[in-house]
């Protein structure tokens, strides 16, 4: 977190996301070195369905020793879990219709986590429109597009639970990132740092999410196709405004 926190310091940070699910160990690490060359400060690993404590074991291994990144665990369940990352999410997702994902799964693994030695960040995570897998996997009472107040509420009750990170997901893979406006206005109601993801793969767009407030933008769907590692840096360095 403390790393986390100085960077943040200095601007916006981009994280890429990698699914341990969608390629082996060693491409992931290939990736997360491609990433580190392009600008990126840290790793996010997690998936909505198949992570297994071994293939995030392995990704963070392979990822740690090809590019020296942070690795940060972004959990879908509490079914995997690791030492091998530098700390876990610790989320709940306020917006789920399931208590399970509100709170159940965080009370299930709570002692496992600490019984790990797990280096823990609570954050508050809220899917908006159009929510795409993690949405439905995560029976989210989605956040319309146009409710401001409604994302901006969910913002402060976190803040005020103390979570040290509240995270606006529009869902990976979605068409259409969270609207700037629904970033600048929950920027504006909270202190804690303000995590966006979902639907960013242009330097466009991720300049506007760095623009509104954003103080780490993630992509994941973009850095897992992209081959070009000129676009890959374009993109980084529209996410950090270098
Ligand atoms: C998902 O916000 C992230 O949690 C990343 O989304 O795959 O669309 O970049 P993308």
Known sequence: MQYLLDRMSQGTLHVALLDPDKQPASEAGEIARRMKEAGSDAVFIGGSTGVT?????????????????????????????????????????????????????????????????????????????????????GKANLVRRDD??????????CEMYGMQMFYLEAGSGADRPVPPEMIRAVKDAISIPLIVGGGIRTPEAAEAARKAGADIIVTGTFIEQCRDDGRLKAVVSAAKGV
């Open 148 to 157: 401001i107040a409604g994302a901006v509420a969910y913002a402060l009750a």
């Open 53 to 137: 404590t071994e293939n995030l074991s392995a990704t963070a291994k392979a990822i740690r020793e090809m590019s020296g990144l942070p690795t940060i665990h972004f959990p879908g369940s509490a079914d995997a879990l690791s030492t091998e990352v530098d700390a876990l999410l610790f989320m709940s997702m306020m917006n789920s219709m399931k208590l399970e994902w509100v709170m159940g799964a965080q009370v299930y693994a709570a002692p496992i986590v600490k019984k790990m030695g797990i280096q823990t960040i609570p954050m508050g995570y809220v899917v908006v429109e159009p929510g795409m897998k993690v949405g439905e996997v």
